[in-house]
């Protein structure tokens, strides 16, 4: 995870981050959501009102720059037909994590570099995509000027084509380049060769750390302040996440929830939703009948509008959900109240 730095660091960020937002406050905000599985099928076509962007999260890529997967046609075409631009997710997930060697390879090599974007546009050309998101993680720090090498020349081709460039990258509170997460990535320069710098402002706590907020106010916000310091803030589209955390504090392990199944879990065990007001989120706890201990992180009606409303704050793009499928029609009411945009 990124390292942490003091709030009062970027504070002074701000006045540059506002600095952009004389123009066009009133412009459409693009609402992404994560295609992952069968279930996010079904949550895209019962909320497609609320959506203008989805990216497939469904091909992966060799350290040689093969790509496989097989794109979803039947939500490419429904996406298609209601307007929605989509991206074919590429990304060095291997089989249990994000594999740093893939990237590094990739990355390093120049014909192997050539390669993987060659393949990639033609992932984006035979299922007739709008263009690329580009997830790689856990990148090593190491290869940083690489890293931003690739995404030039990625932008060069899939501009060149006709087609967009979408980049994934970790949320921080400033540039550390000898971060372990998040030094690969140059925001600032990355940020002509790229359509939309999908920043992941979640994950800030997860089973793998103690409990906390999943994405804190306290701590969105300054990501997003930094992001808009050195990339345009309409290039920006700000993450969201549509689950929780369960830690089980007995043993010290944790599992997600996601927002659909947060109610019932919460019933099951009688728990009553507090309120931490230094990250505007919501937690509860529970025990279960053989004795474990468990504390809930998550996101609800109260906390989604605050972190919503930073796109109109900071004029940035939009959101970007992850993903279709966690959430309920009480998610997408709560994105758009803090947007305030309505149903589209």
């Given amino acids: ?22 123009c066009a406050q009133d412009s459409p905000k693009a609402i992404m959501a994560y295609y992952e599985s069968s279930g996010s099928g079904h949550s895209l076509r019962t909320f497609a009102p609320y959506l203008n962007q989805i990216p497939t999260d469904v091909f992966a890529i060799d350290a040689q720059g093969k790509v496989s997967g097989s794109a979803p046609a039947g939500v490419l ?14 990304s060095n997930f291997g089989n249990s994590g994000f594999v740093p060697f893939i990237a590094h390879n990739i990355l390093t090599h120049p014909t192997i570099r050539a390669q993987a974007i060659a393949n990639m546009l033609a992932v ?9 998101n580009i997830d790689f993680e856990a990148v ?18 899939m501009h060149g084509a006709g087609y967009l460039s979408v980049i994934s990258v970790p949320a921080e509170l400033q540039d550390d380049p000898n971060d372990s997460w998040s030094g690969a990535f140059d925001f600032k320069a990355l940020a002509p060769h790229l359509d939309i710098l999908q920043l992941m402002t979640y994950d800030e706590n997860g089973p793998w750390g103690p409990p906390g907020p999943v994405a804190g106010l306290d701590w969105v916000e300054p990501c997003v302040q930094f992001a808009a310091s050195v990339v345009p ?8 996440p549509a689950y929780g955390y369960d830690w089980n504090l007995s043993n010290g392990t944790g599992v997600q929830v996601d927002w659909k199944n947060i109610p019932a879990l919460m019933a099951k065990f009688d728990a ?13 706890t ?9 504390v809930v992180w998550y996101e609800n009606s109260q906390s989604v509008p605050l972190k919503t409303a930073l796109v109109n704050t900071y004029n940035l793009a939009g959101v970007s959900v992850f993903a279709l499928g966690f959430e309920d029609i009480t998610f997408w009411q709560a994105v758009t109240s803090g947007i305030g945009t309505g149903q589209r």
């Fill in 286 to 294: 529970y025990t279960t009948p053989g004795g474990s201990n468990h």
């Fill in 124 to 132: 984006v050309q035979l299922y007739d995509y709008s263009g690329v």
């Fill in 77 to 90: 075409a429904f996406a298609r037909s209601h307007g929605m631009q989509t991206f074919a997710t590429v």
């Fill in 140 to 157: 090593p720090r190491t290869d940083r000027a690489a890293f931003t090498k690739f995404i030039t020349e990625v932008g060069k081709a």
């Fill in 233 to 240: 803030s309409s290039k920006i589209s700000m993450g969201l």
């Fill in 1 to 22: 995870m990124p390292t942490r730095t003091p709030r009062q660091f970027v504070r002074f960020l701000l006045l540059v981050a506002l600095s952009s937002l004389a």
């Fill in 272 to 284: 009553s939703p507090q309120w931490d007001a230094n990250s505007s989120s919501p937690y509860f």
